[in-house]
């Protein structure tokens, strides 16, 4: 802790700090601080490093009824005070962090995330489209990080503050690989209103389409075999293929179904855009396999 008073004294000098080695020195103690020793279960490691100092404050809260798992106890301990260091500052941190300690789970740095973007997100500034896209390049790429809804939250701003591109694509792939946590309300990303249509439906085209993607079945070893003629494929194999697209086509995948489902709903709420085309939106109609749907019913409500 001492650490991160020393850090956020910096900011008066920091062209000194910086030459003297102090700011570097700081950030590695503070990654050092929330090292998790190799070896212990997770229970073990959540007590070690920065979170002890603090053990007895989270024992009186959930002696209190403030009940909290200890992953989200311990984040929210470095969390909240990396929290309250400039864009900078957090990002070097959080990047170190990131690269020397590999024990650090990812969910507990995509909590600090969380706790880093309510705190400077929560209104719009000329400098919010740095602080999301900070945010957004230090994601974990673990999909348990972060929860599917939080990203989704994220995605909705990149059209407030104009972030990069890439740096939206990169969140709504993210996004897409958990897209069956997703809810209906959660999908209707607004658009500014100089875009003509209400919502944002290219990016939740590209969101099912990269879940599809994940999902399919893979085409078999022998699909891909490219050494070997058409003639020599005999007889077994041509049967294994055959088994394989049958059971895919019987069985759809579970996953498939409940995205085919959201995606329908979405469809219902957006078809009362008046300035929505008709290619966009039977282009998103089209982009869950036909077999994850069980019943098109829910198209022409």
Not at 81 to 101: F, P, W
Not at 108 to 136: F, T
Not at 212 to 237: G, M
Not at 248 to 256: A, F, I
Request: some cysteine; overall charge neutral.
């Amino acid at each position: 802790r001492d650490s991160l008073v020393t850090l956020q004294t910096t900011k008066a000098l920091p062209l000194w700090s910086q030459d003297l080695g102090i700011t570097n020195r700081c950030i590695e103690a503070i990654a050092n601080g929330v090292s998790l020793s190799p070896g212990e279960d997770l229970p073990t490691q959540l007590e070690t490093g920065l979170s002890r100092n603090r053990s007895r404050r989270r024992d009186e809260s959930l002696c209190n009824g403030g009940g909290k798992s200890k992953a989200e106890n311990a984040a929210r301990w470095w969390g909240e005070d990396l929290a309250d260091l400039g864009l900078d500052l957090y990002q070097r941190t959080m990047v170190a962090i990131k690269s020397s300690n590999r024990n650090v789970s990812p969910r507990l740095i995509g909590n600090a995330l969380r706790i880093y973007a309510s705190k400077w997100l929560q209104s719009i500034e000329p400098d919010s489209h740095l602080v999301l896209e900070s945010v957004i390049s230090l994601l974990p790429m673990e999909k348990s990080s972060v929860s599917c809804s939080f990203l989704l939250q994220l995605l909705k701003m990149t059209n407030v503050v104009n972030v990069s591109h890439s740096s939206k694509m990169e969140l709504a792939v993210k996004a897409g690989n958990q897209l069956d946590k997703a809810t209906v309300s959660e999908l209707l990303i607004p658009l500014p209103d100089e875009s003509g249509m209400l919502y944002d439906v290219d990016v939740v085209t590209m969101m099912v389409k990269q879940f599809v993607s994940q999902i399919r079945p893979t085409r078999t070893r022998t699909q891909h075999r490219r050494s070997r003629s058409e003639e020599n494929i005999n007889l077994e194999e041509i049967q294994e293929i055959g088994r394989s697209l049958s059971s895919s086509s019987s069985s759809p995948n579970p996953l498939l179904v409940k995205v085919a489902k959201l995606v329908d709903s979405y469809l219902q709420e957006i078809a009362r855009d008046v300035k929505l085309t008709v290619s966009k939106f039977v282009e998103l109609a089209e982009s869950v396999p036909d077999c994850s749907r069980t019943s098109h019913d829910g198209l022409y409500k």
